[in-house]
């Protein structure tokens, strides 16, 4: 289903869909850790995403505010926590939500993870996806650099029958096969369009069509693009005095911006143009993807997912 037409405009379809009041059909995963940093814009942002087609959120680290968010639990900061206290935490965690997935958990070598030694992220990550088995969640997992690391983990500790999302995923096409046979969903952010075009293009015609998912991984991960138009997080400090601040589009292409999950639509129109594939029949599959990997039981959205 056409969502936007290139230019930002509202297609006929969409319009068609929304005088109906008919907006069931589309999900996007989305999988921001909003934090802070746009916490409390989070009613207007989730607004925003709305109007441009988005229904459902999968948010990780937050409670159940909002009737369209699935939370996804384990705080990245409790990776201090020693690991038998972490796990009786968290057990705590997801008997008091059981309808929360679990993530987002993984491996991080960038800049970010080289803070916490990696032997440590390893026995940590270990315990958490044996957690995420024995609850039976699907679980999103964050990987920087350490694709091979991973796949040696996951072959030790797989299978993972309610799923598993390799979330903004920058690894090589060659790699794809080992991950699909772990039961792996690659998902895509606007961190793609870092990646070589031809590079990307290569990896994602790897991805078997029903793993594929579309994230906005918002605040983070804002498309490079150039010349396209984004929306931009009300009061968003990185955005000069004379461009709008509030939530509307504009064109923005600074490195330091904040990412609003409503720019997963260009997301949408970028891997559609590298597959090949058009832009209504990408937002299905994600949508079919999201809704198939979401609907665990105790999961929000199982009745829904039932009657696709
Ligand atoms: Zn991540």
New binding site residues.
């Given amino acids: 289903m056409r969502l936007w037409n290139r230019r930002g405009e509202r297609s006929r379809n969409e319009r068609r869909r929304q005088q109906r009041g008919d907006n069931s059909e589309v999900v996007r995963c989305s999988l921001p850790?909003p934090g802070p940093r746009i916490f409390s814009v989070a009613t207007q942002i989730i607004r925003k995403a709305q109007e441009t087609g988005v229904v459902k959120f999968a948010v990780n680290g937050v409670s159940e505010q909002h009737p369209c968010v699935i939370p996804c639990f384990w705080p990245p900061s409790l990776v201090f926590l020693e690991v038998t206290k972490l796990l009786s935490v968290m057990k705590e965690f997801f008997s008091a939500v059981p309808g929360a997935a679990v993530g987002?958990i993984?491996l991080d070598k960038g800049s970010h993870g080289k803070k916490i030694d990696f032997m440590d992220q390893v026995q940590v990550f270990r315990q958490q996806l044996k957690l995420a088995k024995e609850l039976e969640r699907p679980v999103s997992v964050?990987c920087v650099r350490a694709f091979g690391d991973l796949l040696e983990i996951l072959q030790s500790e797989g299978p993972f029958p309610a799923g598993l999302i390799l979330?903004?995923y920058l690894g090589s096409a060659e790699m794809v096969p080992g991950f699909a046979k772990h039961g792996a969903y690659f998902s895509f952010s606007g961190y793609l369009t870092s990646m070589k075009p031809q590079k990307a293009k290569k990896m994602l015609k790897m991805v078997p069509t029903d793993r594929i998912l579309l994230e906005s991984?918002a605040p983070d991960g804002l498309p490079q693009l150039k010349g396209c138009s984004l929306s931009c997080v009300p009061g968003d400090a990185s955005i000069p005095q004379e461009q709008p601040v509030h939530s509307g589009t504009t064109n923005i292409d600074s490195k330091g911006t904040l990412n609003h999950p409503a720019n997963i639509s260009t997301v949408l129109g970028y891997v559609a143009t590298l597959l090949e594939m058009p832009e209504d029949e990408l937002a299905q599959v994600s949508y079919r993807n999201a809704m198939h990997l979401f609907s665990y039981p105790g999961s929000k959205i199982s009745e829904e997912a039932a009657l696709l």
């Fill in positions: 850790p987002e993984g964050h979330h903004s991984d």
